[in-house]
């Protein structure tokens, strides 16, 4: 099985159809006042660092950084059910978290729901630990991320 992580600067097809699988699965079990994923116009600016994941080619999953001042935020972190368990999840995150420190970035941020469980265990597993709300959502209504988890790792 070969994996590769890919940068994507561009709204590609393969882009839109996997931020679209995401976004299917946090519609079916959110409340849109508890989604904080970007779209895909949001994705492809220049503050944000998107990658795709690929099995033996075929698009599997996906990931971005959100670059801010002082740290960068884990966006759109993705994989299609049949790539799980199969570390590519992790592949995707390691070049997240090279591509946030070869910027300088010291601390990577996420928020996940506390619906997530195996996302939960993910980030814990790869040495993420909580923490309070930061950045934008420090401005939100306490009901937006009633259901929210926020998540560090120091990277510097």
């Known amino acids: 099985m070969s994996v590769t992580i890919e940068h994507v600067a561009t709204a590609t097809d393969d882009a839109r159809t996997l931020i679209g699988e ?18 895909v116009d949001r994705v492809f600016q220049p503050d944000v660092l998107f990658y795709i994941a690929r099995m033996n080619g075929e698009p599997v999953g996906c990931g971005a950084i959100a670059l801010a001042d002082g740290y960068a935020e884990v966006k759109r972190m993705y994989l299609r059910p049949h790539a ?4 590519v999840a992790q592949a995707v995150l ?20 506390d619906n997530r469980d195996a996302a ?8 993420f ?28």
């Not at 995401?22 to 779209?39: M, T, W």
């Not at 799980?84 to 570390?87: F, L, Q, T």
């Not at 309070?132 to 120091?154: D, N, Q, T």
């Open 129 to 156: 630990s909580r923490c309070g709300p930061f950045g934008p959502y420090l401005a939100m209504r306490p009901s937006a991320i009633a259901h929210s988890v926020f998540f560090e790792k120091h990277i510097g």
């Open 120 to 127: 939960i265990r993910f980030y814990e597993r790869a040495g």
């Open 84 to 87: 799980r368990g199969k570390n």
């Open 94 to 113: 390691d070049r997240l978290e090279v591509e946030a420190r070869v910027r300088g970035t010291k601390r990577l941020l996420l928020e996940t729901g």
């Open 22 to 39: 995401l976004d299917a699965v946090l519609h079916a079990d959110s409340p849109p006042e508890n989604r904080h994923g970007y779209s």
